[in-house]
Nanobody, 115 residues
C-alpha cells in the first residue's frame, strides 16, 4: 500500500508560479512511475506530467515548457514546478503512483489561477 499526500496548491495570479509536492509513504517508492493529473470543473481528469523510476519525463502538450516534474527518491517525494500559470490551469491536481497492477491516488490539492 502507498499513501500519497499533496500540498502546495493555492490561489495565484496569471503569470505566477506554484510548486506542488507529493509525499509518499508505504511500499518502496523508487520503483513506481509517479505522475500529476488534474481535473477541472465539468471536465475529465487529464494527465499533466509523469516521471519514471529512471527519471524519464512526459508532459501534456498544454504544459510543456511551463511545468517541470521531478522526484527525490531519498525523500519519497515528487514535485511539480508550475510557471507562467494561466487561468486554464485551474483544477484540482492529483498525485499518482503506478506500478502495474498497483495504482494509487492522493486526495488532491486545488490550484486556482485568477486575478
Amino acid at each position: 500500500q502507498v499513501q500519497l499526500v499533496e500540498s502546495g496548491g493555492g490561489l495565484v495570479q496569471p503569470g505566477g508560479s506554484l510548486r506542488l509536492s507529493c509525499a509518499a509513504s508505504g511500499k518502496v517508492f523508487s520503483g513506481y512511475t509517479m505522475g500529476w493529473y488534474r481535473q477541472a470543473p465539468g471536465k475529465q481528469r487529464e494527465l499533466v506530467a509523469t516521471i519514471t523510476s529512471g527519471t524519464y519525463t512526459n508532459y501534456a502538450d498544454s504544459v510543456k515548457g511551463r511545468f517541470t516534474i521531478s522526484r527525490d527518491n531519498a525523500k519519497n517525494a515528487v514535485y511539480l514546478q508550475m510557471n507562467s500559470l494561466i487561468p486554464e490551469d485551474t483544477a484540482v491536481y492529483y498525485c499518482n503512483a503506478r506500478a502495474f497492477p498497483q495504482d494509487y491516488w492522493g486526495q488532491g490539492t486545488q490550484v486556482t489561477v485568477s486575478s
